[in-house]
């Protein structure tokens, strides 16, 4: 009985949080998906070797659709080999993709708050509100998937961390192993980058106090957890890691081939700084739209804003009402309800798609926590000072180029640090740990024996974390401009004052609202400290507390996420349909025969444009990590030579109006590309040292691809010779995403140039002749060349990337699953066994 009694608060809160998130993403069992721009460019740039895969069984880890072809899935090659893989995907499989996104992340909380010996009723209140903070809502409805499952289990390392310092050494390891191993396979390194530098900055601090104590022996059983955990971890996922290290030594992070940039091995500062958090931007995490909101904000035409808003500009208003209805007539995807205005006026002058809002009750429990780790220090005193300034470094981060110095030094100096961007990101890792630390306030709380010698934090805590919002609403309107820096904003008249007032309105009354979310939150604070020896105050306090700040949550998301972002799979696929041009295409090419063309779109974003993907293999695309060597193409402008068009087998051309030119259709065509071909015989072989002068041949006008092949001799010698027969021929004749097979008939032994994307981060591309292996090379800068001997031959490239390291990954992450579930029996055994 006592066992059964152990374990139902947490089965409840299991099932609460499998329920809650079912209910949150109920449009996905309707059948519909979401609609985010990344979403569809995601699906978009993989849509080829997915429709390979679904008809093959065969898993292709090479991408032929976009920019010539690159590496993709590359940061989930090796993942197979490890039982952390099995454990998720067997938990993805049985989920939908939303769901499975919003129960890990509340998943992971839970039990990260419970292997810190939280209350289990608290943990739940707790989890469910960081399951529902509003930038999850944001990055799913972006399309930011895998950037929400990295996050899920980062609160499991960090109470790995605290716990170990505890002296439980059980928690601290499986918290640990389990939160980084987890982290890590989920697929979103800058994450788990940020979380363990702020971790090093917490573990520092209470390494030096426990130091200072002369815990020897209780310091040495932490560092050795700690390490063999983080070690063990990541050896789990030894062999995907291996694969994306190779990986990323090839694209744009890898850092500059050309000694004339002067860029830093990495990206460049003012690339990797964008989207940079700004400093009025950070009281969006208890305001929402204290800075406007998002770049295209949804805003209720009942909500008290609009309505406050409308009393001074009711033309206004009833010419917006009129005009989104008739939108909404037209178009069933758009909620009639709402109006979407670029409200957002801070300092960030790009896009943004809303606030990190992760909840004014919580901002309430934060500010009691620290006030009380303030008045009563102690262990429980330094844990939280260490998780603020772990909190607070990460915070920096988030600033970029607005804490310029900060992270200028860790730019330059830092190892890693200059491979990623977007660093507003991490500002999702800074609330996951205020969460930690509210939790731990509360268990303090309940732990105290004299709350009533708490009034001082309760009274401080109402005047910081309440008093704020009050300054806002009553004050924030004078203080600010609400002018929008967002480009063309002004020019289309969005710093007029009607706009201005509306931002006004907004700030106002989100503020307000902050403010009487916090009421109940300090209420259930005052009764804890005041009626101490109610014990039934703890669930009533669970209670309201996760109830305030769910229904708090899910309206502040619901902005983000709602209903109309959610179509039927069937019209989501129809924005990958093909068009018009695309129909063209088919019609000269024949169906399913993308790999013998590539297309220039002009029409799109060429180099930010995924959809293109999904129905042709194109020169452009999406992708922020792209190989270092096609952006070179690109960026010196040599992409857009007649004669490197050519080489990229470039058939079809579609000009900014929408005009296609085809090969041997249009006259205009040969403007732009010069006889395109999938491989051809060099006549001669153009000798070069350096890597710029590779980009500068292939840019003089006297370059003919046909002709010359350009080769670096530095890089692979000189003794390749071309031969002379007119009559030779070499020809793709079948085509897949990670086969090629040529057929080539000569007199004399040749030289072939292939117009394929030469990748050197891993060797998994072999070519063999009439099935014996050859060498090839990589000529013209960026594709592939080989020696081809006399007579009839038959030629095929394959891409078949085996993961190293299998053994070790498969042996770490099933010995850390044991020992987990061992450490976690042994516990529960002795605790049943002292109750009994």
């Given amino acids: 009985m006592h066992v059964i009694q152990r374990i139902l608060p947490y089965f409840i809160g299991l099932l609460t949080l499998l329920a809650l998130s079912y209910i949150i993403s109920s449009p996905e069992h309707e059948g519909k998906v979401i609609t ?39 940061l989930k090659l090796g993942q197979e080999k490890s039982a952390l893989h099995v454990v998720n995907q067997t938990l993805r499989k049985a989920m939908t993709r939303v769901w499975y996104h919003f129960f890990i992340t509340g998943l992971f909380m839970y039990i990260a708050l419970c292997l810190l010996r939280i209350n289990p009723w608290v943990s739940l209140a707790l989890a469910s509100a960081a399951m529902l903070t509003t930038n999850v809502y944001i990055l799913l409805v972006t399309g930011h998937f895998a950037k929400v499952a990295t996050l899920a289990p980062l609160p499991m390392l960090v109470a790995g961390v605290i716990a170990a310092f505890r002296k439980d050494y059980i ?122 909101g998002s770049s295209q904000e949804a805003i209720a035409f009942e909500s008290g804003a609009f309505k406050k808003w409308s009393e001074d500009y009711p033309q206004v208003a009833q010419s917006l009402k009129t005009s989104r209805l008739n939108d909404a007539q037209k178009n069933t995807s758009l909620n009639p309800e709402v109006i979407e205005l670029p409200t957002y006026w801070g300092p960030m002058n790009m896009s943004t798609a809303g606030p990190m809002y992760f909840g004014a009750g919580l901002w309430i429990l934060l500010v009691f926590a620290v006030t009380m780790a303030v008045l009563h220090k102690g262990h429980y005193g330094l844990e939280v000072l260490a998780l603020s300034l772990g909190a607070f470094m990460i915070i920096l981060f988030a600033l970029g180029s607005n804490a310029e110095g900060f992270n200028e030094y860790f730019f330059n100096n830092v190892p890693l640090f200059d491979k990623w961007r977007s660093p507003s990101a991490a500002l999702a890792i800074a609330a996951m740990i205020f969460t930690v630390i509210s939790g731990l306030g509360i268990q303090q709380l309940l732990d105290v024996e004299y709350r009533k010698s708490l ?9 910081i974390g309440a008093g704020l919002f009050v300054v806002f609403a009553a004050l924030g309107s004078e203080f600010f401009k609400f002018a929008t820096g967002m480009p063309g904003a002004s020019e289309a008249g969005y710093n007029e004052p009607r706009w201005v007032d509306l931002r006004k309105a907004l700030m106002t009354t989100d503020a307000w609202r902050s403010f009487m979310v916090s009421i109940p939150i300090l209420g259930m604070i005052s009764l804890l ?81 995924a959809i293109p993907s999904a129905k042709h293999h194109q020169v452009g695309g999406y992708d922020p990590a792209k190989l270092r060597r096609i952006q070179d193409v690109i960026d010196s402008r040599a992409l857009f030579s007649p004669d490197v068009l050519g080489m990229f087998n470039v058939r079809h051309v579609i ?161 850390g699953l044991l020992l987990v579930l061992g450490g976690g029996g042994w516990v529960f055994y002795q605790e049943i066994k002292e109750k009994a």
């Fill in 36 to 74: 985010g721009s990344d979403t569809i460019q995601s699906s978009a740039k993989i849509k080829q070797i997915t429709d390979y895969q679904e008809k093959n069984g065969e898993r292709s880890y090479w991408n032929p659709a976009q920019f010539g072809g690159s590496p993709i899935y590359l």
């Fill in 171 to 292: 928690a601290g390891f499986a918290g640990t192993f389990l939160g980084l191993a987890f982290a890590i396979l989920l697929l979103h390194p800058q994450m788990v980058y940020y979380t363990v530098l702020g971790l090093t900055l917490t573990g520092l601090v209470l390494l030096i106090k426990t130091s200072m104590e002369k815990e020897w022996l209780h310091l040495g059983k932490t560092v050795g957890v700690l390490v063999f955990a983080g070690i063990l971890g990541s050896l789990a996922n030894y062999s995907h890691l291996k694969s994306s290290q190779d990986f990323a030594k090839s694209t744009m992070r890898g850092g500059a081939i050309l000694e004339s940039e002067t860029e830093p091995e990495g990206l460049t500062w003012d690339y990797a700084m964008s989207w940079s958090y700004g400093n009025l931007d950070l009281f969006n995490l208890i305001i929402p739209r204290v800075v406007g």
């Fill in 455 to 463: 009034k001082p934090a309760i009274l401080r805590t109402a005047i």
């Fill in 529 to 609: 400290i005041f009626q101490p020896k109610r014990k039934e105050l703890t669930y009533a306090f669970a209670a309201v507390v996760g109830l305030v700040m769910v229904f708090d949550l899910v309206s502040v998301g619901n902005r983000y996420l709602d209903d109309y972002d959610y179509v039927e799979e069937s019209e989501f696929l129809a924005d990958l349909a093909p068009n018009a041009n695309d129909k063209k295409i088919y019609g000269i090419e024949g169906e399913n025969r993308q790999g013998f063309y590539r297309v220039l779109d002009l029409s799109t974003n060429t180099f930010n444009d």
């Fill in 655 to 815: 000009l900014q109006d929408g005009q296609l030119l085809s090969f041997e259709e249009d006259s205009m065509f040969a403007q732009y590309v010069v006889e395109p071909k999938s491989a051809w015989f060099a006549d001669e072989i153009l000798p070069v040292e350096r890597p710029e002068q590779e980009i500068q041949a292939l840019k003089e006008p006297n370059f003919q691809h046909l002709n010359s092949a350009i080769l670096n001799t530095k890089d692979f010698g000189n003794s390749y010779t071309v031969g002379s027969d007119t009559a030779g021929s070499i020809e793709l004749v079948e085509a897949e995403p990670n086969r090629l097979v040529y057929k080539s008939s000569s007199t004399e032994d040749e030289f072939a140039v292939f117009s394929e994307v030469w990748y050197g981060g891993n060797p998994d591309w072999t070519v063999k002749i009439d099935g014996k292996k050859a060498d090839f090379i990589r000529v013209n800068y960026i594709l592939r060349g080989m020696e081809v001997p006399a007579g009839d031959h038959e030629i095929v490239f394959e891409f078949k990337p085996k993961p190293s390291g299998g053994e070790i990954t498969l042996s770490a992450s099933l010995l």
